[in-house]
């Protein structure tokens, strides 16, 4: 991995980080669950566009860049299928959360979906570190 993919990558892995971190913090506080999903789907975007990155490849739209998940990571068997169940579920949420009308999110998918998407980042950043021992 060339250098300026490494550091976009971190980046990305950061910013991933730093929604999961977000996403707690705003179940500790009460907050609703629709910015808690958001929060968690970014972990889970962040996280699959540092994948790409190291295929160079991307895209403006988060519909591709789940569809590209899937096709390079999941089917290829780099990450067990249960991650791409997660991105679905949780991008399904979000949509609902985020644009239409009284788009509850239910307590249970919240606690059912947060360490889900933990396990998803810490997947993914495990996915790096043994790419870099090869």
Do not use: W
């Amino acid at each position: 991995m060339n250098d300026e993919i490494h550091h976009l990558v971190k980046y990305r892995l950061e910013q991933a980080e730093d929604c999961l971190k977000e996403a707690s913090l705003l179940k500790k506080e009460g907050m609703s669950n629709r910015a808690i999903l958001n929060r968690l789907y970014y972990a889970l975007f962040y996280s699959i566009i540092a994948l790409l990155q190291t295929k160079q490849m991307g895209t403006s739209k988060h519909a591709g860049a789940i569809s590209m998940f899937d096709k390079e990571f999941i089917k290829t068997n780099a990450f067990d299928k249960s991650m791409s169940k997660t991105l679905h579920r949780v991008f399904e949420l979000r949509q609902k959360g985020d644009y239409m009308e009284y788009g509850a999110i239910p307590d249970q998918d919240v606690e059912d979906l947060l360490p889900k998407v933990a396990d998803f980042v810490i997947s993914v950043k495990r996915y790096f570190s043994m790419e870099t021992m090869k």
